[in-house]
């Protein structure tokens, strides 16, 4: 099920003076001739009637679709070329260049075959010749599932284009496949749109099995029905030129043949190929050389599409890293000065550790690997204790598994930054796959009364600079600071201005000067709930640390004044944090129709579904907040100006046309409850768990509706 | 003189501490309870070894014998139900200096703790973790722990204890890379005093597990232990517990066992009839865990810059 066929069944439906109508989308290369969608009206006012009805009329449009596709391809060559199959003669001149501002291409094949590296080399060549790219892995749940099976798809996607890229967009404009089974999953999460040129390995279609031949042939039917540009093309026959098993090594092959179709840069290509196989010797470079040869060669003997994705503007100023958030993270402790982190492993969060135990030595840091996730926090919390302010690094999981000991550092107010990359569902649930489902726990997860700062970082830049910003957060305030990323920027990969060393990021050694015995080791501040805090190695400041009540002296303490001290200190930490806060920028309009609040890794696919609508003429604008605990101020003041105020999360909220919910009864999604409460507004929400990231393409279509919604509703009363 | 670093050593004679300097609050133990005679021992032992106090962290989990720390006056950390060696490894992991001290119970270590008490083990990070073990949980008022004895009456086990209890001793004897592993009963003060002084000075995880009297909740556990003399065997050895003939004399039983045989350690673990008293395997030599973690330490601020640069340089185009 598609994210906007969530809001509920209205697919291919739109509303327009109390009659419903269909609408299908026209391909990007046919709007000139077409527009951006054909619409047709289906004469009645019952959404049951129109369900029924518009199949039909989906079907005939799709055809006048087709049809003018023939006719554009047959009228005007030049624009959407074809490739000639292999079997066919070759072309005997070749077609002209064609210059996009973006594209987005998707490389899948069993797990082991090298799709992953491919896409990964071919963003990292799209980067350096000045494109914005973003890379998204396409990862099964097994180490090595079984061949050719639809959920087995490995691989990469990489949208790269004439702009800064904060997303990984809607449909895939072309895909190269190592079979045909892997697609399925593809197109049942939506990643294809009738128009997709999708470049397949034919070696299928002389399977010796005929159950192998016979899906083979049906998935292709398959696919072209279903609107598909399928070329068959003998990549594995090409490559056994070359090397014996092209299992190790089709992978370079394709590179060359994207590289001829997106004209990217030979040497750099070749760079990069370098590059990779540096640690492996010229015994392995050397061949792969080959195959990159090869496969450029062959797509300029045989692969018509030629496209041209100019640098965007900007580009090649500064000096550029290519990172994926959780080697951001990774850089980012190193960075922040912090010395320790004790992790246990989970997915998708242990690439981040896996990152740090390679370079951290780099900057005097360690990583332990606990024996479980709780006794990696223990460990931080004992090296924070120490004066070794530490991280740990995990999954919403272990989150909930070190519950009791984020207690324990809010209650000792021990300084400690913890890292959770979100990923699905509650209990195992989705575990490679992305949601924003940890805002509540994290907020609140915890025994009684437990503040402590929670932020979350929105892009992969920021999954950097937060790390360092929750160091000093926790030092300064004594506290635990979570911050929050995700599967999507986990995984996603980019290009970002090279962070600049600065000197101020690191932490000084900790103090071990002599303590004046007269302040006590709770020294609050009535305004603010600060005190300094002895650290072990300070002659005079020796003081027990404990979980239990206790008073200014660390003595334990259950009487009622004392313990509604200490909890009043622990709180006020926060005031003064939120007071030192600023209100969050609005992307747009400060006023208007529809307010999209949003938080964490979904603001560019938000922000560029915002863009579009504004485009169209519709008044919404966006609020993205990177502080959720305490909320960021002023919040109250922007919502009011505008008519609706709705959030959008991947998380789970009940549908409101869902049997027995009632706008009373209705879960809501994570931010919406948490501004509701902190608001007390009429905060509505679109939310749902797809288990991939929210794209610009269908959340367009929910502002658009919701939009719809609000006229509807001012028609009425009116 | 002191057993300390060279260049301490003109500060260490600026200042002498004797066991008042170690003594925190007032114990809160019960009469007649067996935590009593290990503090002192602890305080005798920080005194005797001149430790700094504000260099000397005692970590602890949770029940009777965690509240330990608060009778120090060191650093201390109070901290969760069975955590206390994840914490006291965090401690030491980037502070080679300090020096650690872990209070744990039965309960705690061997229960709620069990498996962070394999981990640790096998870490062998220098500190010192005494096990006050009296079969029972005494702060939650006298529920089955993993060492209470069978048939024994517990308020989770009214009619009787059906599961034949957990040796700490074989469990901790197969857990490879173990340092310093040696058994005491609180009540034999001279011995305890020369296992805890041995287990302070060794370099590495020092495990004691001290039989311990709870004279409200389980006075059977060590009573039956107190009362039978010919139940222990005093382990003797060049290389182990040196204590003197007094000593020896209130031991029925003595053997010689070199601490360096794990195999015949681990038989004198399994001899439920005949509890081993001292040292039973002592390896100096194990990885120390605190020593790889330590890597790093020192590096000033200009290296690290310098350091995130290369990292950053990785991924560079």
């Known amino acids: 099920m598609t994210q906007a066929e969530n809001v509920s069944d209205t697919k291919y439906l739109f509303k327009r003076d109390e009659t419903w109508w269909v609408k299908v989308a026209v391909p990007r290369t046919l709007r000139e001739e077409l527009g951006y969608d054909l619409r047709r009206s289906l004469h009645t006012h019952d959404l049951e009637q129109a369900r029924e009805a518009r199949w039909a009329v989906v079907e005939e449009l799709r055809a006048e679709i087709e049809k003018a596709r023939q006719e554009e391809s047959e009228v005007s060559a030049d624009k959407e070329s074809k490739v000639v199959d292999i ?207 090869a496969g450029y060669d062959f797509a300029r003997e045989n692969v018509e599409y030629r496209f041209e994705v100019p640098p965007y503007e900007g580009a090649g100023d500064k000096p550029t890293v290519v990172v994926n958030g959780n080697t951001a ?112 726990s994290s907020v609140f997860g915890a025994p009684g009364d437990s503040p402590k700062i929670v932020i979350a970082a929105a892009t992969i830049t920021e999954c950097f600079d937060f790390v360092i910003m929750a160091r000093k957060l926790a030092e300064d305030f004594r506290t635990v600071v979570l911050l929050l990323t995700d599967a999507n920027l986990a995984t996603g990969v980019q290009p970002i201005d090279r962070p600049e060393v600065n000197e101020d990021w690191f932490s000084a050694p900790p103090d071990q000067s002599v303590w004046d015995k007269n302040i006590p080791p709770y020294d609050w501040d009535e305004k603010t709930g600060l005190s300094e805090r002895p650290i ?149 929400c679109w939310s749902a768990v797809p288990g991939h990231p929210l794209q610009p393409g269908p959340i367009e279509k929910v502002i658009i509706a919701r939009l719809e919604e609000l006229k509807e509703e001012a028609s009425c009363s009116a | 003189m002191f057993g300390l670093k060279g260049d301490w050593s003109l500060d260490v004679k600026e200042r002498y501490f004797t066991i008042d300097n170690y003594c925190g609050a007032q114990p809160r133990w019960c009469t007649g309870c067996g935590d009593l005679g290990i503090l002192t021992a602890i305080h005798r032992t920080c005194r005797d070894a001149q430790v700094l106090p504000e260099k000397t962290v005692a970590v602890s989990g949770i029940g009777c014998s965690s509240r330990l720390p608060h009778y120090m006056k060191t650093y201390g950390f109070h901290g969760l139900h069975g955590r206390a060696l994840p914490i006291a490894c965090g401690v030491k992991s980037r502070r080679p200096d300090l020096d650690i001290w872990v209070a744990t119970g039965d309960g705690d270590c061997f229960s709620i703790g069990g498996c962070h008490w394999i981990h640790a083990l096998r870490y062998n990070m220098d500190m010192t973790v005494l096990v006050f073990d009296n079969g029972i949980y005494g702060l939650t008022k006298k529920q089955t722990s993993p060492t209470t004895p069978l048939e024994f009456l517990t308020n989770t086990h009214p009619d009787g204890v059906q599961l034949p209890p957990l040796n700490p001793l074989t469990v901790t004897l197969g857990v490879n890379n173990i340092s310093f592993v040696a058994q005491i009963v609180d009540w034999n003060v001279p011995l305890m005093n020369a296992v805890i002084k041995a287990a302070h000075d060794h370099k590495g995880t020092s495990f004691v597990r001290i039989i311990q009297r709870c004279p409200v909740y389980s006075e059977e556990f060590s009573k039956s232990i107190q009362d039978d003399p010919s139940r222990l065997l005093l382990l003797t050895h060049e290389n182990g517990i040196q204590v003197d003939d007094a000593v020896k004399r209130m031991f029925q039983n003595t053997q010689e066992h070199d601490p360096s045989n794990i195999h015949e350690a681990r038989m004198l673990a399994e001899d439920a009839s005949l509890l081993p008293m001292g040292l039973l395997y002592h390896n100096p030599d194990a990885v120390r865990y605190d020593e790889l973690s330590a890597v790093g330490l020192g590096m000033s601020v200009e290296e690290k810059m310098a350091g995130l640069n290369t990292a950053l340089d990785h991924f560079a185009i």
């Open chain 1, 87 to 293: 079997k066919a003669a070759p072309p005997e001149t070749k077609k002209g260049l064609q210059r996009i501002d973006e594209h987005i291409v998707e490389i899948v094949s069993d797990s082991g075959e090298g799709a992953q590296k491919c896409g990964q080399s071919f963003g990292a060549i799209s980067g350096k010749m000045g494109n914005g790219v973003w890379t998204v892995e396409i990862i099964p749940a097994e180490i090595q599932p079984p061949p050719r099976q639809p959920d087995g798809a490995s691989g990469n996607r990489i949208r790269f284009g004439s702009k800064y890229m904060t997303n990984m967009g809607n449909e895939a404009d072309l895909v190269v496949a190592f079979n045909e089974q892997v697609l399925y999953s593809r197109i049942a999460n939506s990643a294809y749109k009738p128009g997709t040129i999708v470049l397949l390995e034919n070696m299928w279609a002389d399977d010796p099995f005929e159950a192998i031949r016979e899906q083979y042939r049906v998935a292709v039917e398959q696919f072209r029905e279903m609107g598909l540009i399928v070329h068959e093309l003998p990549m594995q026959q090409e490559c056994l030129k070359l090397v014996a098993d092209p299992r190790k090594g089709k992978n370079m092959f394709v590179l060359g043949i994207l590289c001829h179709i997106y004209s990217r840069d030979t040497e750099k290509a070749l760079d990069e190929i370098s590059r990779i196989f540096a640690k492996k010797g010229e015994a392995v470079i050397k061949p792969n050389h080959d195959l990159f040869n």
């Open chain 1, 536 to 684: 072990p190695g300070m002659r005079g400041g020796e003081y027990v640390l404990t979980g239990l009540a206790h008073n200014r002296h660390a003595k334990i303490a259950y009487d009622s004044a004392t313990n509604q001290e200490g909890a009043d200190m622990r709180s006020r930490k926060l005031a003064v944090v939120a007071a030192s806060l600023k209100p969050p920028e609005i992307h747009g309009a400060a006023e208007g129709d529809l307010l999209i609040v949003s938080w964490g890794s979904t603001m560019g696919a938000i922000q560029e579904a915002v863009d579009q609508a504004i485009a169209k003429g519709h008044e919404v604008s966006s609020v993205h907040l990177r502080f959720l605990s305490p909320l960021e101020p002023g919040l109250k003041k922007i919502f009011s100006a505008f008519k609706r105020v709705m959030t959008v999360e991947i998380n789970y909220s009940d549908d409101p046309d869902a049997p027995l919910v009632t706008d009373e009864n209705r879960r809501r999604a994570q931010l919406a409850q948490l501004l509701r409460g902190h608001t007390l507004m009429d905060i509505d």
């Open chain 1, 329 to 440: 993270v990774g850089l980012g402790v190193m960075a922040s000065g912090m010395e320790m982190v004790a992790m246990y492993p989970i997915t998708p969060a242990t690439s981040a550790s896996h990152y740090l135990a390679s370079d951290y030595h780099l900057t005097g840091g360690f990583v332990h690997q606990a024996e479980d996730e709780i006794a990696a926090i223990g460990f931080a919390i004992g090296a924070s204790y120490a004066g070794k302010t530490a991280c740990t690094i995990t999954s919403g999981p272990g989150v909930a598994l070190k519950t009791e000991m984020i207690g324990l550092a809010i209650m000792a107010e021990l300084p400690l930054v913890i890292v959770d990359v979100q990923r699905g569902s509650p209990s195992t649930g989705l575990p490679t796959k992305v949601e924003q489902g940890d805002l509540l």
